[in-house]
Each structure stands twice: as structure tokens, then as C-alpha cells.
């Protein structure tokens, strides 16, 4: 049923993409987008508009398709025989049979790690690796700037911020679980003459949108900046805005998001063990009043109908390195490319974060995670493009 279901979304899609009087208004209507933020970086007319946690077009679009182009689920250009082998797990097998099954695709090496930096320690989610990476590819100039995730201005939902320092780094500690418009902040890192070099950190789907970016004339320049692309593993999607509005009206909040704020915090109630329920967000209202919830339980507003059902790189096929939870206090890290291999070594060598051997729980974990987490939409993907 679910691989039917799955085939049904992707073909529902294409028509989508296909319509030359459809927009990405549509895809959002359908419950596909992922708010990655790049229609709105590449419409022409400003057409675009994100509004209340929902997208917008308006009377100023000329339907030139860009934004649907750009779509990072649109896969129906790039899902050839070059993805398929993107897709393929022929060298885990080999590698490591302890994961054959998990959709890593192409990389050179894997490892699995952890931070030594106790900062960090006390803002990530879980690893630390991310930051760990990040913060060393400032130390040894690769870039001047990074791009990452979090509540700017108490917002309701996380957007992307830009940071130069480490201090406003390890400020923005720790995994949002909640979608962000991070590549719309392309725009504003090419026209500041200050900023040379950019490090960011994705999901899957976006590095997506950064390769398709890098390989068209018209939009390659949003990414001529970008030196590291850092991804965070993604097997179920993420919540919608609209999901997130109907779960805090489920639990009673009388406010609309427009009246919140959030911060987040760590929960140290040493009884909790999954991360998910440590880290809390915190939405206070105008009047004063607080209202928190775990990630874990904001995770679970997705609908079942959300971008899962079309995106189908789990692991983030298109990084520099990909980093995803291997346990309580380790990250499983996927090198991919040179760049990603040079910033992990001297990571190591400047004693920012450690090797740990795979244990039996990581490894449950991460199959747990990953284990044919796309399988169905890969499967779904040959069937509709390929037969």
C-alpha cells in the first residue's frame, strides 16, 4: 500500500511540475514543501512570499516556471542512471556489512565520532559533530561565514542566520527538527562584498538544490561562495508549519503563531535519554505565558501526507560530508568529497572531536534510522521514470 501510495504522490507531482500554469504554491497546497527557501531566491518577479508559516504567489507571477525548476522535489530531471548510482549501497556492503542496508550512496569513508569540545557539549543535540566541523573550518580559513539554523529574533519557527564567529556559533547548538528557509540567505551572503568563503549546514534536500544550483548558468552564482556543505540525515521529513499551528491548538494554546515566540533550552532531567525529549522549545506568548514541548513530540505533528513522500536521498547524496545520531553522544559521520575529507582530518588532528569505535547499539541505531528508510520512494522513483 505504501509503495502504491508513494508512486501515486511522485506522479501527482509531475503534473504539478509539468502544468505551465501551476506554481510551487502547488506543491506547498499538496503538503510537499519542505520550506528549503529557494523558489523565493530565484523568482524574478518577487512573486513569492512567505507568509504566517505558509507560501504565497502572488499576482506578480508570470508563471515562468524557475520556481517549480528549482524545486528541490523536483527530481524528475536528475532521477537518471547518474542518481540511481548516486543511490546505490554497493560499497557499504563491502565496507561495512554491519549497514549494507542504510541508503548512504557514494563517499569515501565513514566513521564514528564525537566532540572534545565541552562548549559544544552543552548546545548540541547529541555528537556535537556538526559544530565540531564547522567551528574547525573557521579556524583553518576555509570559510569566513556559515549559514545554519536558528530561532532569529525569538521567531516562531527557525530561519537561517548567518555567523562569522564561533561564539555565535555554539549559540545555534543543537537540532531544530523543524524546517527552515536557510537558502534564501544566498542571496544576502553574494551581494556582501565581506563575505568570501560559506560554510552551510542542510538537509538532504537542499544540498539537492545547491548541486542543481551550481550546474545552471542562471543560479550558479547563489552558490559561488558556498566552500563546505555539511547535511544532517533525513529518513522521515519534517512537520509542517501548519502541522506545528494545528498540534499547539490541539494542546490549547489560544495564541496564533504570529503571537509567539520560541527559545529553546536543555532539558537536564537525567531520566530522559533520547535527546529528542532533553531539548525543548519554549513558545511564550505576548501576555507572558510558556508553553514547552520536546523536539520529539513537535517532531511527531507531521502529517502523513509531507515531503518524505517525495524526496528520496535520505543520507544527503550531494555534501561535503553527511553527520547523523549514532547514539546518545555519538555522531556517525560520512565523509563524500576532498573538502569534506581535508576539514574531518584536521577536526581529528586538532583534537575537536574523536573517533569511537562502532558499537552494537550504534549500530542498531543508525540501521534503525536509515534501514530502507527510502527504499519505497527509490523503488517508486525507477518505476515512474525508468520503466
Known amino acids: ?18 502544468d505551465k500554469k501551476k506554481t510551487v504554491q502547488d506543491i506547498h497546497d499538496e503538503g510537499y514543501c519542505n520550506y528549503c527557501g529557494a523558489c523565493k531566491l530565484v523568482c524574478p518577479e518577487d512573486a513569492i512570499v512567505y507568509q504566517g508559516g505558509e507560501i504565497h504567489v502572488n499576482s506578480k507571477c508570470i508563471l515562468c516556471e524557475k ?11 536528475g532521477y537518471n542512471s547518474s542518481l540511481i548510482q548516486r543511490h546505490n549501497n554497493s560499497k557499504i556492503k563491502h565496507y ?9 550512496g557514494e563517499f569515501r569513508d565513514i566513521f564514528n565520532c564525537e566532540t572534545l569540545k565541552s562548549a ?22 576555509l570559510i569566513d561565514t556559515a549559514i545554519v539554523a536558528d530561532f532569529e529574533k525569538k521567531d516562531a519557527f527557525p530561519s537561517g542566520v548567518i555567523v562569522k564567529t564561533e561564539k555565535q556559533l555554539l549559540k545555534t547548538g543543537g537540532s531544530k527538527y523543524l524546517p527552515t528557509l536557510s537558502l534564501e540567505k544566498l542571496e544576502e551572503i553574494l551581494t556582501d562584498d565581506n563575505i568570501e568563503s560559506v560554510g552551510i549546514t ?12 551550481r550546474e545552471n548558468p542562471n543560479t550558479a552564482k547563489y552558490t559561488s561562495k558556498i566552500k563546505l556543505v555539511l547535511t544532517l540525515l533525513c529518513g522521515s521529513g519534517l512537520p509542517s508549519r501548519e502541522d506545528v499551528k494545528k498540534y499547539l491548538k490541539k494542546k490549547g494554546v489560544p495564541e496564533s503563531l504570529t503571537e509567539l515566540s520560541a527559545n529553546r533550552r536543555k532539558n537536564k532531567r537525567f531520566w530522559r535519554l533520547n535527546p529528542q525529549d532533553q531539548q525543548r522549545y519554549i513558545y511564550t506568548s505576548k501576555k ?9 513530540v513537535i517532531l511527531a505533528t507531521k502529517s502523513r501526507q509531507n515531503c518524505r513522500r517525495l524526496c528520496p536521498d535520505y543520507s544527503g547524496f550531494y555534501s561535503d560530508i553527511s553527520i547523523g545520531g549514532s547514539g546518545l553522544k555519538s555522531n556517525i559521520v560520512i565523509v563524500r568529497t576532498q573538502t569534506g575529507e581535508k576539514v574531518f582530518q584536521e577536526s581529528l588532528g586538532r583534537k575537536s572531536i574523536k573517533r569511537r569505535k562502532f558499537t552494537r547499539w550504534n549500530y542498531f541505531l543508525v540501521n534503525f534510522m536509515g ?11 525507477k518505476e515512474v521514470f525508468l520503466s
Open 1 to 18: 500500500m505504501w509503495f502504491i501510495l508513494t508512486s501515486s504522490d511522485i506522479i501527482k507531482s509531475v503534473s504539478i511540475f509539468n
Open 67 to 77: 520556481c517549480l525548476e528549482i524545486c528541490s522535489q523536483n527530481h524528475q530531471d
Open 96 to 104: 561495512n556489512n554491519n549497514m549494507k542496508y542504510v541508503p548512504f
Open 120 to 141: 559544544v557539549k552543552e548546545t548540541s543535540m547529541v555528537g556535537g559533530v556538526t559544530l565540531s566541523i564547522l567551528s574547525t573550518a573557521f579556524d583553518i580559513g
Open 202 to 213: 542542510t538537509l538532504p534536500c537542499q544540498a539537492y538544490v545547491l548541486a542543481k544550483m
Open 288 to 296: 507572558g505565558k510558556e508553553y514547552d514541548f520536546s523536539s520529539r
Open 371 to 381: 534501514k530502507n528508510k527510502r527504499k519505497q520512494v527509490r523503488d517508486s522513483y
